[in-house]
């Protein structure tokens, strides 16, 4: 007898939206002017922001006639996406396109106008800012590179599929978007400094422990990841509507000059409920340091900045003379300084921050020991994490690490922390990355700490080495377990034989302990 056909269970809301996405990509890439996903994903993440907006709106807008408040659309028939992009047999082709990319084109209700992008550069937000100011920045460094618009139309009327309305695929929808930056980072090569491990994010956040009420600056905030972590950290925090106003208005800022990135982090807190996010689209840098006065400075800082880069030498101008260099990481350490909020009342310990930096910042000299020297004399840098190779694979195995200050006052201890590598294994890999558990150890460690065979402390007098006029030589962070292999190597051979036969007289004493126990002799 034949066998029954089983029936297959209904899709789950995830599945249905992987759906659409991958048709959605399946379909960009038969389009010729598409050469790769860092085209694909702008034009989807273009495409997706708008639909979102619009779901939004909508909702908003069924709230305030319930309410019997006016509401104002940030964007205006024709151009919101249920006019030209949702509705039945709507515009495709080279009208589409001409709509789309064109300063003048004829608009989906037959008058002629600013073309779709050129109309949302130019919107402007009522005093103080509002979405449409977003928007605006969103689209000014955007092109659609699509070249066929039956293609473009059947990617929109996929994406029409999306509702943003209901909780449950707004959630979905954020994992998968985050699923997406991930693909990015993995075809952006080079340009992976933008995004770090979210494990690595997630522990920072953990330890410094951000509380609503508080501002909480990414001055170089790549897609997110911090803020969009932080934001998850404050939500439970929530319980009044004066709360829920509180993280909406008052704590999340971030910085992103590039584009691409600039778009990715706007949707990117949208989807995770930030209405409108403040994302300063300029470089952080450009701000003279001796400017920086109290109302800019903030409570906590959550980044990590790009390193290997250089700056212009604009940009070199805002920065003490003797602190002036090229490379982007030690000017944006100087920032991040300067921006921590004084001590005060109701924090002993002023700002604070959790910053990542290449292995090179903490043993380089020159201009790199200057830069620590005022961090030690000034700030309280209490902890260092030092992370195994691989964790910011495949863009590069160096070792990076986590710094922890505030401004409670000048270092006094410096506590070190190594994450070691997984059992059996030299370092993380692409394919075998970093978990969340891996840091387990060191939260528990975090509150009660002690020196152990993964953690140690240094005094920060004893990093800064001066000549005999008084001339900093050095600021050398690099700062080796004592407990591991490797530090042992490098010991002089006197000190590894007096170090060993101290460890023998403490075992020989501990047995002759044991023995005269054994024989009945009391000591």
Not at 274 to 288: A, C, G, K, T, V
Request: glycine share 8%; hydrophobic share 35%.
């Amino acid at each position: 007898m034949p066998r029954k056909k089983t029936a297959e269970p209904p899709m789950t809301t995830a599945q249905q939206l992987a759906g659409i996405v991958k048709s959605a990509r399946q379909t960009m890439r038969k389009d010729k002017g598409l050469s790769g996903e860092l085209d694909r994903l702008p034009i989807l993440t273009w495409v997706m922001f708008l639909k979102f907006l619009d779901d939004l709106e909508q909702r908003r807008e069924t709230e305030a006639v319930l309410e019997g408040k006016t509401f104002r659309s940030a964007i205006e028939p024709p151009y919101r996406w249920r006019d030209w992009a949702a509705a039945e047999g709507g515009i495709t082709g080279d009208e589409l396109i001409a709509f789309i990319n064109q300063e003048r084109a004829i608009l989906p209700d037959g008058r002629e106008g600013p073309g779709l992008f050129a109309y949302l550069r130019n919107l402007q937000g009522a005093a103080g800012g509002d979405r449409r100011d977003v928007i605006a920045t969103v689209f000014m460094g955007l092109q659609n590179r699509m070249l066929n618009g039956y293609l473009l139309r059947d990617v929109i009327d996929k994406i029409d599929g999306i509702h943003f309305n209901s909780s449950e695929e707004m959630h979905t929808l954020s994992r998968l978007y985050e699923t997406m930056l991930r693909e990015m980072r993995d075809a952006a090569g080079d340009s992976g400094e933008f995004y770090t491990p979210r494990p690595v994010v997630r522990f920072m956040v953990e330890v410094t422990d951000p509380r609503l009420g508080e501002t909480i600056l990414d001055p170089a905030c790549g897609t997110g990841g911090f803020l969009v972590e932080a934001m998850r950290h404050l939500e439970p925090q929530c319980r009044t509507v004066e709360d829920r106003a509180t993280l909406q208005n008052n704590s999340l800022y971030g910085g992103e000059a590039k584009p691409l990135p600039y778009l990715l982090v706007q949707m990117n807190l949208l989807l995770h409920g930030l209405e409108y996010p403040r994302i300063d689209p300029q470089n952080s840098l450009r701000f003279p340091l001796r400017e920086i006065g109290d109302r800019d400075r903030v409570d906590l800082i959550l980044t990590n900045p790009p390193f290997g880069g250089e700056e212009e030498k604009g940009i070199l101008g805002n920065f003490p003379e003797d602190l002036r260099t090229a490379e982007t990481a030690l000017l944006f350490l100087q920032l991040i300084m300067r921006k921590l909020k004084r001590p005060g009342p109701g924090s002993d310990q002023g700002g604070r921050a959790a910053v990542v930096v290449p292995n090179g910042t903490l043993f380089a000299d020159g201009i790199a020991a200057r830069v620590k020297e005022d961090l030690l004399k000034h700030y309280n840098l209490h902890t260092i994490v030092r992370l195994p190779e691989g964790v910011f694979a495949p863009y590069t195995d160096i070792p990076a690490n986590l710094l922890f200050f505030d401004r409670s006052g000048p270092t006094g201890d410096i506590w070190f922390h190594q994450i070691p590598p997984p059992e059996g294994r030299k370092k993380y890999t692409k394919t075998k990355p970093m978990e969340y558990t891996e840091f387990d150890a060191c939260l528990a460690w975090w509150n009660r700490r002690a020196e152990n065979a993964q953690a140690w402390k240094i005094r920060a007098a004893d990093v800064l080495k001066y000549d005999q006029t008084g001339k900093l030589l050095s600021a050398n962070l690099d700062i080796k377990n004592p407990n591991s292999l490797e530090s042992l190597e490098h010991r002089p051979p006197e000190e590894l034989i007096a170090d060993m036969l101290e460890k023998e007289r403490r075992v020989m004493g501990v047995m002759e302990e044991i023995g005269r126990r054994l024989a009945g002799v009391t000591p």
